[in-house]
């Protein structure tokens, strides 16, 4: 088995509610290896946005560590954490949160941009993960002229844009239909095989997660495996 990309090791997580403290992890562990997909399928206020974000480094756990790419982030300087989320993590949500007033290639050319490649390049990119997630046609297309569907594929090719390790995803396919779903599911299964990246995808539907290495869900605070 390859080195994990993503690991959670002993780690605590609690929200502060007045005087109570609602406790969403609890000496969770989760070590994910490159080039696998793991499924996390809870239900609706367990905490699955909660691990996630905790793996992109938004937020801080109160106790354990989480590594990425062998990188223990917990000492790191909120500075250095934002550089380690730019070049090894990519998001993908539920909502698309595409730069309404950009085009599709844009919008897959902003995060490289920031990241420090010039623009020709980015786009050149750009356009080969468009035409990888079947979106080519649409690439110079704003967000409000593209399906559903298509509006999901550009958010999975701008999270893929600079080829992050790790690739986290929040009910990506939530709002569409059944069948786009699937195509959506396919491609983004495709992108995080092909760049061999380490993936966690939260998802109601148990169909999709099925076709993930494994399926885990949240239980008393821990990560534990579940089948379906
Ligand atoms: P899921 O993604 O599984 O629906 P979340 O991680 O969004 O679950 O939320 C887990 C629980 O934590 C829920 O009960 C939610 O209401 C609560 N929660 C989420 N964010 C906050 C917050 N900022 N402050 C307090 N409680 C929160």
Redesign the pocket.
């Known amino acids: 088995m390859s080195k994990p990309s993503l690991c959670f090791s002993g780690v605590a997580y609690a ?1 502060d ?1 007045g005087d109570r403290k ?1 406790m ?1 992890l609890k000496n969770a562990d989760l070590s994910v290896s490159a080039g696998e997909l793991v499924a996390l399928v ?10 996630l974000h905790l793996g992109g480094l938004l937020e801080r756990p109160q106790a354990g560590e989480i590594s990425i790419c062998g990188q223990a982030t917990s000492t790191l300087s909120d500075r250095a954490r934002t550089m380690l989320r730019r070049t090894s993590v990519g998001f993908v949500y539920q909502f698309h949160h595409l730069l309404p007033e950009f085009s599709a290639v844009e919008n897959v050319a902003v995060p490289q941009m920031i990241a420090g490649v010039d623009k020709t390049s980015a786009e050149a990119r750009a356009l080969v993960l468009l035409r990888s997630l079947g979106v080519y046609e649409r690439a110079s297309h704003k967000p409000s002229e593209l399906s559903g569907g298509e509006q999901q594929r550009v958010a999975i090719a701008r999270a893929a844009a600079n080829a992050p390790k790790v690739i986290l995803a ?1 009910e990506p396919t939530g709002n569409l239909d059944p069948e786009t779903s699937g195509l959506v599911f396919e491609a983004l299964v495709a992108l995080i095989r092909e760049h061999n990246s380490s993936a966690v995808i ?1 998802t109601h539907d148990h169909a999709l997660a099925k076709r993930a290495d494994r399926v885990v869900t949240l239980k008393e605070g821990r990560v534990v495996p579940i089948k379906l």
């Open positions: 929200y509610e609602l969403i809870a239900p609706s206020g367990a905490g699955k946005s909660t691990l929040d939260a």
